[in-house]
């Protein structure tokens, strides 16, 4: 879900959005059990996923827009074939377009790898090892918004 604070008159020279990317263990087949009975903090890879949301969503907003906003996406299913970062930023756009907050244009990523010299769109983890290109690409109908690659000898 996106939600926002409507702060009436206070004055912010920036624009305070949280963005937060949640793996719960179940998705996955995992549950806490022993000591620690409960999810503990975000992974890194849960914190790199909820920058990677921010940074084609922040450039989205209207310039005058400062209300306190936080974008949530919570995985509860996976099945390790596909990622879900993807969908994640999917989710978060048309989330953002449904709420009533001033968001340009709906986005979507797309995570595309080099294996067997071809390029394969939304690649899962297990092609993504073998991959020498690990590009993942941010766009709406007009532009490209965001691009973050890694290549090994391509």
């Excluded at 993504?128 to 532009?143: C, H, P």
Aim: aromatic residues 10%.
């Amino acid at each position: 879900p996106a939600v926002n604070n409507e702060m009436t008159g206070v004055d912010v020279d920036f624009f305070p959005l949280t963005c937060q990317f949640a793996m719960k263990y179940y998705s996955h087949g995992k549950f806490p059990g022993g000591f620690i009975k409960r999810e503990n903090r975000p992974s890194d890879h849960e914190i790199l996923m909820s920058r990677l949301m921010d940074r084609p969503i922040r450039p989205l907003f209207e310039k005058w827009f400062t209300a306190e906003t936080q974008v949530v996406s919570t995985v509860l299913s996976y099945d390790k074939s596909c990622s879900p970062e993807s969908l994640a930023i999917l989710g978060a756009s048309a989330s953002l377009m449904l709420s009533d907050m001033p968001f340009l244009q709906p986005i979507a990523g797309v995570r595309v790898g080099y294996v067997a010299e071809e390029f394969v769109a939304n690649a899962g983890p297990s092609m993504m090892q073998d991959s020498t290109l690990n590009l993942f690409m941010v766009a709406s109908k007009d532009a490209i918004v965001m691009v973050e690659a890694d290549a090994n000898q391509l």
